[in-house]
């Protein structure tokens, strides 16, 4: 389980298909002693599993339904990555509850200035648009964002400087494709309704 607030940008080093599956180095500033051997990782909105580390780097596998469902496939050496290590009992709560589970790709397709801040707009498949509301939590990236506005299938996002120098948004431009994992409240109260609708 993660909150959704980056505590590193790391860089793919190594980028390797064996057989299946996909092998990641990332290198990472990440202290050491938050993580170890089979430890989660939140990598841009992914939760995957450390199988080897070392001195400021780590190694994840990752199976082709993963590569399949986020936008690892667009993901080579020299990519930066969003990271968070798993909590530990105690750690504050700052951002949301993400458990690294994606549940689609959203496509930006607005960019803009606004002042010292930046607006996003992102498009999310039909079937997802009743999960966003106003003033509510969304993962973008492994990003804890608030949703500022929603029309229909599309919502929007404001990234203050500190977001905007401390993740990789800053490298975003319209049309690139984030992982995206609706707030888990906003998916249980959907399933609610849905049921009282039967």
């Given at each position: 389980m993660f909150t959704g607030l980056v505590r590193d940008v790391g860089e793919i080093t190594g980028f390797e298909r064996q057989g299946d599956n996909i092998r990641i180095t990332i290198s990472s500033n990440l202290p050491q002693n938050t993580y170890q051997l089979g430890s989660s990782i939140l990598c841009s909105g992914i939760c995957l599993t450390v199988v080897e580390f070392?001195?400021?780097?780590?190694?994840?596998?990752?199976?082709?339904?993963?590569?399949?469902?986020?936008?690892?496939?667009?993901?080579?050496?020299?990519?930066?990555?969003?990271?968070?290590?798993?909590?530990?009992?105690?750690?504050?709560?700052?951002?949301?509850?993400?458990f690294g589970h994606v549940d689609a790709l959203a496509t930006i397709t607005e960019l803009n200035e606004d002042g010292d801040s930046w607006r996003f707009t992102f498009e999310v498949p039909e079937n997802l648009k009743s999960y966003f509301a106003s003033k509510g939590s969304v993962s973008l990236d492994g990003i804890s964002l608030t949703v500022n506005e929603v029309n229909d299938n599309r919502f929007g996002v404001c990234i203050i400087p500190h977001t905007w120098t401390h993740t990789t948004l800053s490298e975003r431009k319209v049309g690139d494709k984030v992982n995206l994992e609706v707030d888990m409240l906003a998916r249980y109260v959907a399933r609610m309704l849905e049921g009282r609708a039967a």
């Open positions: 070392g001195e400021g780097r780590f190694v994840m596998e990752v199976s082709p339904e993963t590569v399949e469902k986020t936008n690892i496939s667009s993901w080579n050496v020299g990519t930066k990555i969003n990271l968070e290590p798993s909590l530990c009992m105690g750690d504050e709560l700052g951002g949301h509850l993400v």
